[in-house]
C-alpha cells in the first residue's frame, strides 16, 4: 500500500477528477480513479487521503484513495486496488471459502461474450475444478449498514454474471465476490432499486450454483491501511 497524504475533498467531477485542499491551504486537481457514481460517497469539505505517483508524465500525479461517507464512515474509492486486495487476501488464507488453491492468474480471457476474468484459481487438492472468480467493489450504503452493488446502471456486470453461470454449466466453479470498501457496511445485497436488471441476473445466477460472498476491509488511512479482513453477509 502506498503513502497516504491527508486533504479535504472540494469536489468530484468529469468523472476522473477531483478537487481537493492540502493543510496549508493549496488546492489540487487529482485523479479520482473510480468510474461509478460514487453514490453517497461524495462529502464536500470532508477529510480524504490521497496517494502520489512518482511518475514524471502523468497530467495529475495525486490519486485519490479513501473519503469520508455519512455517519463518519470511509470509503476506498480507487477500484484499481480491488484486486490488489483480494489476491493478498488470498495469498494469506483470510477468504475461508477460496483457501487451498496453489495456482493463481490475473485477467484471464474467457467465456462466449469474451470477458477477462479477475481470477482463476486452480490447483486445489480437494476440488480438481478450475475456479473463476469475478471482484466487484462496493461502495454504496444507503439504509444503516446496508450495502449495494452496484451504484449506477451496469450492463457491464450483468455481462459478466452470465459468464459466471456459463462456467458452472461447463462444470467449473464460480465466485462473485463483493469487496467492501466502506467502513459502515455490515451486509450487501444488490441494488435492485438503481439496476433491476443486474439484481435479476445476480438472482438467477445463484440459483444455478455461482457462488456468491463478500469481504469487508480494514481502512486505516492514518497508518497506510487497506486489506481484507472479515466476511459479510450477502442477503437475498
Not at 160 to 176: C, I, K, N, P, S
Not at 180 to 186: A, D, M
Not at 191 to 202: E, G, P, Q, R
Amino acid at each position: 500500500m502506498p503513502q497516504f497524504y491527508p486533504a479535504l475533498l472540494l469536489k468530484r467531477y468529469k468523472r476522473f477528477l477531483a478537487d481537493i485542499r492540502l493543510p496549508d491551504g493549496t488546492e489540487l486537481t487529482i485523479h479520482c480513479p473510480n468510474t461509478g457514481s460514487m453514490k453517497n460517497c461524495v462529502l464536500p469539505e470532508s477529510p480524504c487521503w490521497y496517494s502520489l505517483s512518482d511518475s514524471k508524465t502523468r497530467k495529475y500525479p495525486q490519486t485519490l484513495e479513501v473519503v469520508s461517507a455519512p455517519g463518519g464512515h470511509l470509503a476506498g474509492i480507487n477500484t484499481a486496488r480491488t484486486n490488489e486486495l483480494v489476491e493478498q487476501a488470498l495469498r494469506e488464507d483470510v477468504i475461508t471459502e477460496l483457501r487451498g488453491y496453489q495456482a493463481l492468474r490475473r485477467e484471464v480471457v474467457y467465456g462466449s461474450e469474451k470477458s477477462r476474468i479477475d481470477f482463476l484459481l486452480s490447483q486445489q487438492s480437494d476440488d480438481a475444478r478450475l475456479c473463476y472468480l469475478e471482484v466487484k467493489n462496493v461502495t454504496l450504503m444507503e439504509a444503516e449498514g446496508e450495502g449495494f452493488f452496484p451504484d449506477a446502471v451496469s450492463e457491464r456486470g450483468s455481462k459478466h454474471l452470465r459468464e459466471l453461470t456459463a462456467m458452472v454449466e461447463q462444470g467449473h466453479r464460480a465466485v462473485l465476490l463483493f469487496c467492501v470498501q466502506h467502513t459502515g457496511v455490515k451486509s450487501v445485497r444488490a441494488a435492485a432499486h438503481i439496476d433491476v436488471v443486474y439484481a435479476t441476473t445476480l438472482q438467477a445466477a445463484r440459483v444455478a450454483g455461482v457462488e456468491v460472498i463478500a469481504y469487508a476491509a480494514l481502512i486505516k488511512p492514518e497508518h497506510n491501511i487497506i486489506k481484507l479482513d472479515r466476511s459479510l453477509p450477502v442477503l437475498d
